[in-house]
């Protein structure tokens, strides 16, 4: 008697546990339910952005510390989660209650991220002067100051040095392909003794595109056009921009530019509009021959998360009455919530700077 006794005991014992095992399954994926579409921040330094849950997952993109995203499921420790539009998945275990990151804000405002394998140190803003280190992908410096186009960083031992402005990023979310990153160190000359023309479009009178909160595409374009310039200088090309401030430069005077410096190149950098706000995408245009448009297109659209809109033939002035090859670029729609407040950042317009370079490299490599 005793023994059944003790054999129930166990029996209910067993059901107890498996009773108490089913209401923690239960009451914890109530949780994860219920914690759906919570805003979170992001408690690391860089965080990635995945396209899928699992670290073999393609990376669209990286977040700070301190940034807030809204998180719309939980599965196997990861959270998919939506940020600016853009939704993606993160290693949950990074995220906190909002306002409770250690740091918050902190990276966007004043730290940079290096974005790519190998970068130079340098005593000064320029290639001309001496190399005092190296930097890889992923490190983070504090960011002193900007100047033209170069930020001067603190280095954990105290010093300064600085690092060209178009191979780091702010810490900011950025719709990014980082696999599609490439060390700068093996394409340090790789525009050398080339000419090549920035043509920031309109200017002046002439604002171009209006963006839905009122951002002027003329401004965008002088922006973007800088970011390039620096880079191609930093590949070792002369760059001859058609403007440096808000002015109206004639459409005759754009192409003269090409004829004038016996440019192997001419590139004409815009932003796109659209009555629907839906309307988004990148493209490439040319009159003669597509190769030069094809190859930053080709660039484009790999270091970018922005649809591939194409390369298309175009009538336009600058193309036509060029006596160099010449593309011009659509670099996205500022009519789109999404891409405006994407091209406005530093982040989006080094990415830009980078392709832009890499499609005129693999062009004149030809």
């Known amino acids: 008697m005793a023994r059944q006794t003790k054999g129930g005991i166990v029996i209910i014992k067993q059901i107890t546990a498996l009773l108490l095992t089913f209401l923690f399954i239960f009451t914890g994926t109530f949780a994860v339910a219920a ?19 699992g670290s073999e997952s393609e990376v669209l993109g990286a977040l700070s510390r301190g940034t807030e995203v809204t998180v719309q499921e939980e599965k196997y420790g990861w959270a998919n989660v939506d940020y600016n539009g853009q939704s993606g998945w993160v290693a949950g275990h990074y995220l906190v209650s909002a306002g409770n990151s250690a740091s918050s804000g902190q990276t966007a405002s004043g730290d940079i991220i290096v974005q790519a394998d190998t970068v130079y140190l340098r005593q000064g803003p320029g290639t001309e002067t001496p190399i005092v280190g ?18 001067k ?3 954990g031992n105290g010093s300064e040095a600085w690092i060209a402005g178009f191979l780091t990023s702010s810490g ?21 003794n080339s000419t090549i023309v920035v043509d920031a479009g309109h200017g002046g009178y002439e ?8 951002t002027l ?24 921009m058609t403007r440096t401030s808000d002015r109206y430069v004639s459409l005759f005077e754009r192409t003269g530019s090409s004829a004038r410096h016996n440019a192997d190149a001419f590139v004409s950098l815009h ?23 094809a190859s930053i297109q080709n660039r484009l659209t790999a270091r970018t998360s922005y649809q591939d809109d194409g390369t298309l033939h175009g009538n336009f002035q600058v193309l036509r009455g060029n006596k ?20 406005k950042t530093r982040d989006h317009q080094n990415q830009v700077a980078q392709a832009v370079t890499e499609g005129l490299r693999n062009y004149l490599s030809k």
Do not use: C, M
Request: net charge negative.
């Open 35 to 53: 914690d759906s579409h919570s805003t979170k921040q992001v408690d690391a330094s860089s965080l990635y952005l995945r396209e899928a849950p």
């Open 134 to 151: 190296f930097a890889g992908q992923g490190d983070t410096y504090q960011k002193l100051e900007e100047q033209n186009g170069w930020v």
């Open 153 to 155: 960083v603190q280095l």
């Open 172 to 192: 900011r979310a950025t719709a990014v392909k980082a696999s599609h990153s490439a060390s700068p160190s093996d394409d340090i000359s790789s525009l050398k």
């Open 207 to 214: 604002p171009g595109a209006i963006g839905r909160d009122g």
């Open 217 to 240: 595409e003329k401004n965008l374009t002088l922006q973007t056009a800088q970011t390039v310039a620096g880079a191609l200088r930093y590949a070792g090309a002369e760059v001859i």
């Open 271 to 293: 932003y796109n509009s659209h009555k629907y706000e839906s309307a988004r995408g990148i493209s490439s245009y040319y009159y003669g021959s597509p190769s030069l448009a």
């Open 324 to 343: 160099a090859p010449a593309a011009l670029l659509e670099l996205g729609y500022i009519s789109n919530g999404y891409e405006l407040d994407l091209a």
